[in-house]
């Protein structure tokens, strides 16, 4: 069965140097289902293996607003290179659909106040998700901290101050530039911070949500910077781009041979998996297609839920506690130990 979905480029919008805009025609995102904070992950027919690359959803579910995408050129990057060079409108593109964590929770009635962080182009899911909260939960006032090396370089920059604009009293935003003469408001470090929080927060930890993407020291810090603040570990979600491939290999308490059932849009698939392959490397080798992208345990892509037996995961940076309770796994780093597994996705 084909997880691909097949999307093409309407128009192209160069929001600030080395960063444009995709923003897909109608009739085909019809296809695609998803919640704000969600990315789509991209298929790129390669040799023996094919690429994929995920990139957040800019637009908004809640305003029905044509699916977008935002790319920001990596010096050498395979993908993000072509899509600023020479892709085109009308180009088609294949998808396995939205996935990822970084949403809101289906219950927010205890949330007063969200802040989002984001740092350069880790505005993107950010973006979807301010928007939403502000059409659809009035009762919440949001905060955004966003940092930049320039307002030349800032993507939305003037979006974001329309939508502040719109939503005076209900939405706050701070800019930092790092080229501010004023040190103190320029790069985001611990005191600034804090200080922030501050002047910004007007509820207690535990009714106040935060929402962070930015290079992984930038969200270290504000992780931590939130916790001294008393805003609970389940009220901080992060959203990771950029995705170093090194994972520490550390095997498995059981590496036997066990079964694995894997129910499957109404299908169900039978596997046998064993270290060192992962439950989805299994899959592979069977011909079955599952959804995939970073294979680190970090994305959130490949994940299912584990109806009977245990699966030991080698890496785990987006399921949280709650998700693990009621049995959500990532078969990327997933391995079946203890008897026999039944998966479903
Ligand atoms: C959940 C998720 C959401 C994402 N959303 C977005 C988004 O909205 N917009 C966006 O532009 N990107 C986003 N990314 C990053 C994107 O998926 C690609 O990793 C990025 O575009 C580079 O792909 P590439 O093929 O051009 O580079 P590659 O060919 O994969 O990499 C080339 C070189 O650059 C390094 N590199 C790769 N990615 C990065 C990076 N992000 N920062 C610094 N160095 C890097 C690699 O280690 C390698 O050395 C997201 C990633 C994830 C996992
Ligand atoms: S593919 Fe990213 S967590 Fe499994």
């Not at 989805?280 to 009977?308: F, W």
């Amino acid at each position: 069965m084909s997880l691909y979905k097949t999307l093409t480029l309407g128009k192209i919008k160069e929001e600030v140097p080395g960063v444009k805009s995709f923003i897909f025609e109608e009739p085909d995102t019809g296809q695609i289902q998803y919640q704000a904070g969600q990315y789509l992950t991209f298929v790129i027919p390669g040799g023996e293996q094919e690429v994929r690359r995920s990139y957040s959803i800019t637009s908004s579910p809640a305003l029905a607003e044509p699916l977008s995408i935002v790319v920001k050129r990596v010096p050498n990057g395979i993908f993000s290179r072509h899509m600023l060079d020479h892709a085109r409108p009308g180009d088609k593109l294949q998808t396995i659909g939205a996935g990822g964590f970084f949403t809101l929770p289906a219950d927010l009635s205890d949330i007063r106040q969200i802040f989002f962080f984001a740092a350069g182009s880790g505005i993107a899911p950010i973006y979807s998700l301010m928007k939403t909260v502000l059409h659809t939960y009035p009762q919440i006032s949001v905060v955004l901290i966003y940092s930049n090396n320039a307002p030349q370089s800032t993507i939305y920059l003037q979006e974001l101050q329309q939508l502040e604009k719109a939503f005076r009293g209900s939405l706050q935003i701070e800019f930092l530039f790092s080229i501010s003469k004023n040190l103190s408001r320029a790069r985001l470090y611990k005191d600034l911070l804090k200080a922030l929080l501050k002047e910004y927060a007007t509820v207690p930890g535990h009714q106040l949500l935060s929402y962070i993407c930015g290079p992984v020291n930038y969200m270290r810090m504000c992780v931590y910077g939130l916790r001294q603040a008393n805003v609970p570990a389940e009220n901080i979600r992060r959203e990771i781009f950029h995705i170093p491939q090194i994972v520490h290999k550390i095997e498995p308490p059981d590496t036997d041979l066990h079964r694995v059932t894997f129910r499957l849009g109404g299908q169900s698939h039978q596997l046998e998996v064993q270290y060192p392959d992962t439950i989805l490397d299994a899959a592979r080798k069977k011909g079955i297609s599952l959804p995939y992208s970073c294979e680190l345990g970090r994305c959130g892509n490949c994940v299912a839920k584990c109806r009977k037996g245990q699966v030991w995961m080698l890496n785990n940076e987006v399921l949280t506690e709650r998700d693990l309770e009621q049995g959500l796994i990532l078969t990327c780093v997933g391995y079946p130990i203890g008897g026999d597994v039944v998966l479903e996705a």
